[in-house]
């Protein structure tokens, strides 16, 4: 008798350890698995974003010029696009290190998007002009605001000077 009653108690252990790893073993392969694709949390029903993605620049003497087209939705200029917000990341060119350096950028200029009279724009294209000082690597950005709400960078403007 007592021989049966250790096979069953020996049984109960067994399947008591055997149910507490399979559970232990579903709920590390449900952490690892997961789904979709990790990435920071979107809003819900968010509109595509309008950057700027012609941003060029010249120097003329030491001033840059910096020029953009406003972003354009089926051909008109977005009605409520608020500002540009142009940044710039400045380094000392004479930094043995300075190719590798990560761009720390500042911002360096609003440019309401509603005053014509700003000088900025002419028509549909938004002009920024900055002096330049000598032995400088200067990157530029612009970011399109609407209606408050941040979108993406433009794409980048890197010279030496």
């Known amino acids: 008798m007592h021989t049966m009653r250790n096979r069953k108690k020996l049984y109960k252990s067994f399947y008591t350890h055997l149910i507490l790893q399979l559970s232990i073993l579903g709920i590390f392969v449900l952490f690892v698995s997961?789904?979709?694709?990790?990435?920071?949390?979107?809003?819900?029903?968010?509109?595509k974003s309008h950057a700027v993605n012609d941003l060029r620049?010249?120097?003329?003497?030491?001033?840059?010029?910096l020029t953009w087209t406003i972003p354009k939705e089926k051909g008109e200029i977005i009605s409520d696009l608020?500002?540009?917000?142009?940044?710039?990341?400045?380094?000392?060119r004479s930094g043995s290190d300075w190719k590798n350096c990560p761009a720390l950028f500042k911002r360096v200029a609003d440019i309401p998007i509603e005053v014509r009279a700003s000088g900025y724009m002419k028509k549909?294209?938004?002009?920024?002009?900055?002096?330049?000082?000598?032995?400088?690597?200067?990157?530029?950005?612009v970011i399109v605001y609407r209606k408050?709400?941040?979108?993406?960078?433009?794409?980048?403007?890197?010279?030496?000077?």
């Open 124 to 141: 549909d294209t938004i002009t920024y002009p900055k002096s330049l000082e000598k032995g400088y690597r200067y990157i530029y950005k």
């Open 82 to 92: 608020s500002d540009f917000i142009v940044y710039r990341s400045k380094m000392l």
């Open 148 to 161: 408050g709400i941040k979108r993406n960078d433009s794409n980048y403007v890197d010279l030496i000077y």
């Open 34 to 47: 997961g789904c979709g694709k990790k990435a920071p949390p979107v809003p819900p029903h968010q509109k």
């Open 57 to 65: 620049a010249s120097i003329d003497g030491g001033t840059l010029k």
